[in-house]
């Protein structure tokens, strides 16, 4: 009786012991399927990284053309204020030798 008693122990024993090792085994493979998508997750963070960066270089490299447009144009309005001026001035010496001739 005792023995029996022993051997259904044992036997409880041994199917806690594979119980607990199928369940360690399920763990390590759910393990392995979080570490999977973590690196997953890990390179397209990198990628988006990446872009960002990617994406930053060409909003610094749009500012800086825009800024060098906005230059020009003023240089080029400044130009055009310097040429009417220059026009207005003509325009005032053609009326003075105009009005000269016609005196004479």
């Known amino acids: 009786q005792e023995l029996k008693t022993i ?16 369940i360690a085994e399920e ?3 759910e393990n392995e399927v979080l570490m ?3 690196l997953e997750l890990t390179e397209k963070l990198e990628l988006i990284n990446r872009e960002r960066e990617t994406a930053l ?12 447009f ?7 309005s400044n ?3 310097v040429i ?3 026009k207005q001035e003509l325009e005032a010496k ?7 001739l016609n005196t004479t």
Do not use: H, P
């Open 70 to 76: 906005g230059s020009d144009a003023q240089a080029v």
């Open 7 to 22: 051997k259904i122990e044992m036997e409880g024993l041994v199917a806690t012991q594979a119980t607990k090792a199928a």
């Open 36 to 38: 999977s998508q973590q």
């Open 94 to 100: 053609v009326e003075s030798l105009s009005a000269e």
């Open 57 to 68: 270089k060409t909003v610094e490299s749009l500012n800086d053309q825009l800024s060098k």
């Open 84 to 86: 009417t001026q220059d």
């Open 79 to 81: 130009e055009l204020q």
């Open 27 to 29: 763990q390590k493979k």
